[in-house]
């Protein structure tokens, strides 16, 4: 899945992923939040640059295709839908996040996983 900077910077700022739960749920969390998190080299490229609680980085930074896998997916979704003060920019995030498919990984029937 395509995810910008700012897609990725609400994914790793959503305050409702599970803060505990089986070993299959936190691992899948973990390997989330490690894959949209930034590279170093990325920081770089990106301009990415924190001053207080503004982050900042260069227009021109490019979408990354990030693996997301259906129970992630299923995880981010469970979280934006219990969330109770999320901003506009994650009603785009969630309307990303469920193209091409359901919340259980489904397109017209078929396992798109």
Do not use: C
């Amino acid at each position: 899945m395509e995810l910008n900077v700012h897609e990725r910077l609400l994914i790793l700022n959503l305050d409702t992923l599970p803060k505990v739960g089986n070993i299959v749920t936190m691992r899948i969390k973990q390997q989330l939040l490690n894959d949209v998190g930034f590279k170093e080299s990325e920081i770089k490229d990106f301009g990415i640059v924190q001053d207080n609680d503004q982050v900042r980085w260069k227009n021109d930074a490019k979408a990354v295709d990030i693996e997301i896998g259906p129970e992630a997916k299923k995880l981010l979704i469970d979280a934006l839908e219990k969330s109770e003060n999320l901003s506009d920019a994650y009603v785009a995030l969630y309307d990303h996040l469920q193209e091409g498919g359901n919340h259980n990984g489904q397109v017209e029937g078929k396992d798109v996983a």
